[in-house]
Structure formats: structure tokens, C-alpha cells
């Protein structure tokens, strides 16, 4: 599908459920936080993937807390959507719900924002075609998108400049 023009926010949306099961659980009987990672994860690159129609790859995370615990035999549900695109990457925002099927009680347990970057044929970041915004909230998200980059960005580097100092100073011992 061509979409040089852009996106729809509500054609990237996403939402996925699942049982948690005893095998997905610690001892306490609460959702492993690997596993909602690997979900957030999951429905995040679906809704890239609705955006860009290319191949996506996973590099980076904001900062992930777990608010309330999921129990076994509650559902989690994930939405996620597109908040907005830049060059060859998209930002995509997940929330995270508890959903307990016997009282039908939702309450939010996480959210995140994840950035992919579209890949082409040879395995190089590739232009991802800009997400429209259409009502306030995505209006907001979309606005505040750019002073997320700009704060992962510079905390990025910020991050590699001292590993890579760290890793010369073990080389150079
Ligand atoms: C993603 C990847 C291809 C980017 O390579 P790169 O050499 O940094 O490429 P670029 O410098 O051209 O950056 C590509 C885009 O990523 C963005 N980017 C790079 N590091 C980022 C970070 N830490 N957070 C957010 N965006 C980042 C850049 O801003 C750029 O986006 P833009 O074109 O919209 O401005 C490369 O880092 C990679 O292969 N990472 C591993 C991905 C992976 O395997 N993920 C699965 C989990 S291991």
C-alpha cells in the first residue's frame, strides 16, 4: 500500500490479549516482567509494521515501570499505535491493562514508548512515511513525540560515549 502521503494513526492501532498462565508467572503468581516486555515489544512492531509495511527492528525502550501485577488467569491486554515518524524511524506507544473476565474490572499496569527503525531490502534504515494526526490526543502525543527523541537521543548517547570510554580504558590496561 502506498502511503508517501502518510498514515492514520488508527491504522497502525493494535490490540492483542492473552490468559496469563502459570507458566508466564513467578511464584507469587504475577506476570514475569520479561514477558510483558516480549509482549509490549510484540504489539509495538505490529503497529510499525500496519505504518511503515516494511521490516522493523527494536532500538530502544523508554523507561518501563510495572505499576500493578497481573495474576494468573487474568487477561493482559496491550494497545498500542503510532504516536509519530521521523526519518527512518517511528515511535510507537503501548499501554498495558489487567483485565480481570470475572468482574470485567481494567485498570492500566504500564505503558511505554518504543522506537523502531524501518529496514530496507539490504538491511539499512529506510524512510518511514509520516504519521497524520487527527485528533487532539494524537495531536499532544504527536507534539510531545519530538522532546521524547530529542531527551532518548541525547541520554543515548550520553549512555554509548561512556561504554565506549569504558571499553578503550579495559583495552588500553
Ligand atoms: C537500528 C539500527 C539499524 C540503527 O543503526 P544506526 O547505525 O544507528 O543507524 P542511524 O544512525 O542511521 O539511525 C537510524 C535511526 O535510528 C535512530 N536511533 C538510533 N539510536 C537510537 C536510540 N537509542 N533511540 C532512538 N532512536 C535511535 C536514529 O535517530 C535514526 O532515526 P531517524 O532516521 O528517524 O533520525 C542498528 O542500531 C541496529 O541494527 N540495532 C539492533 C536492532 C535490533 O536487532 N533490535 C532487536 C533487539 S537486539
Redesign the pocket.
Known sequence: MEKARGGMVSESQVEMVEVVLPNDANPLGNILGGKVMHLIDMAGAIAAHRHTRSVV????VDNLDFVHPIRVGQLIILCAHVTRA????IEVGVKVYREDFLTGERRQTSSAFV?Y?A?DEQGR?TKVPPVVPRTAEEKQEYREALAR?RY??AA?ARAHRRYFEKQKKETNQ
Open positions: 527492528v527494536t532500538v530502544s521521523f526519518h527512518t524511524s522506537t527503525v529496514l534504515p527523541r532518548r537521543l543515548a
